[in-house]
């Protein structure tokens, strides 16, 4: 994972790019910090003909947005001097900032498809900004999103937990997490029965897992009363990884809104580092 995109949208995101440098460390890859500032801003309507924003309100968004910008480039520029990692083309560890004009969630998932993983802050509540972002990523880009969590983590990819279920996704996200696996110290595929859909079995995914070198455990959780993703966010915390792989929304993401599910239950309620894809 040469190539990582990570979004700043202001000042605010710490966490996301603290996490970003784990995962460019890892595999000595290259940072590409992405702010996008939105071309176009939506129109308010009322009575019966409508109205657009005014000018002066035009003008007044448009510099709230380039101060946050501009604060999100200093934070940038921050953190990778703090981990001694140069701006530019060169060996080992490097980053470089973008800017693009448009809505967030839409250049995330256009430009996604072209870098090998996208680092993403985590939704604090749903139907957020985040979400939708997070969720263009997942659906437009085709590659692999890491959702780092609030607070900043040290340790990335050391003890991994994949949420085993069964489904196409969540194989397609073990393809695309194998970088991650290969260099994990330990592996752990836990399996819920609740959430399970007709597919191989863990045991089956383990061997695979042992084909490529990986050291794997596995388990079936196959009876109790709690939803899939708070067992699978319990289990996690249970062997302390530092990263959970989940295959996202094998149930519409249209029917976890409305009755919830374990993928929409860990993006917002995960403690560490999760990887997704769909």
């Known amino acids: 994972m040469k190539t990582i995109l990570t979004v700043v949208g202001d000042g605010s995101a710490e966490a996301v790019l603290e996490t970003?440098?784990?995962?460019?460390?890892?595999?000595?890859?290259?940072?590409?910090?992405?702010?996008?500032?939105?071309?176009?801003?939506?129109?308010?309507?009322?009575?019966?003909?409508?109205?657009?924003?005014?000018?002066?309100?035009?003008?007044?968004?448009?510099?709230?947005?380039?101060?946050?910008?501009?604060?999100?480039?200093?934070?940038?520029?921050?953190?990778?001097?703090?981990?001694?990692?140069?701006?530019?083309?060169?060996?080992?560890?490097?980053?470089?900032?973008?800017?693009?004009?448009?809505?967030?969630?839409?250049?995330?998932?256009?430009?996604?498809?072209?870098?090998?993983?996208?680092?993403?802050?985590?939704?604090?509540?749903?139907?957020?900004?985040?979400?939708?972002?997070?969720?263009?990523?997942?659906?437009?880009?085709?590659?692999?999103?890491?959702?780092?969590?609030?607070?900043?983590?040290?340790?990335?990819?050391?003890?991994?937990?994949v949420a085993w279920n069964g489904s196409t996704e969540t194989a397609r996200t073990i393809g695309l997490a194998m970088p991650f696996l290969e260099r994990a110290a330990r592996v752990e595929i836990v399996s819920v029965a609740s959430a399970f859909v007709p597919g191989p079995s863990a045991e089956e995914l383990m061997r695979n897992f042992r084909a490529h070198g990986i050291d794997v455990v596995s388990r079936h959780?196959?009876?109790?009363?709690?939803?899939?993703?708070?067992v699978f966010l319990e289990e996690a915390r249970a062997m302390q990884a530092d990263l959970l792989i989940k295959g996202a929304y094998t149930q519409s993401r249209l029917r976890q809104m409305i009755f919830g599910g374990a993928t929409r239950h860990i993006i917002l309620n995960a403690v560490i580092p999760v990887l997704l894809a769909h």
């Open 20 to 161: 970003a440098v784990l995962a460019a460390r890892r595999f000595g890859g290259k940072i590409t910090g992405l702010n996008a500032l939105a071309s176009e801003y939506a129109v308010v309507f009322g009575g019966e003909m409508g109205f657009s924003i005014s000018s002066e309100v035009d003008r007044t968004l448009e510099r709230e947005g380039a101060e946050r910008r501009d604060q999100a480039r200093a934070l940038f520029n921050a953190v990778m001097r703090k981990h001694g990692i140069p701006l530019g083309t060169g060996n080992g560890v490097t980053a470089e900032w973008r800017e693009e004009a448009g809505r967030q969630n839409a250049i995330v998932g256009m430009l996604g498809r072209t870098y090998d993983l996208i680092v993403l802050e985590q939704p604090d509540k749903a139907a957020s900004f985040a979400e939708a972002t997070l969720e263009d990523a997942l659906f437009e880009s085709g590659r692999p999103v890491l959702m780092a969590p609030k607070a900043k983590c040290t340790v990335l990819g050391d003890r991994i937990l």
């Open 221 to 230: 959780i196959a009876v109790g009363n709690k939803p899939a993703g708070e």
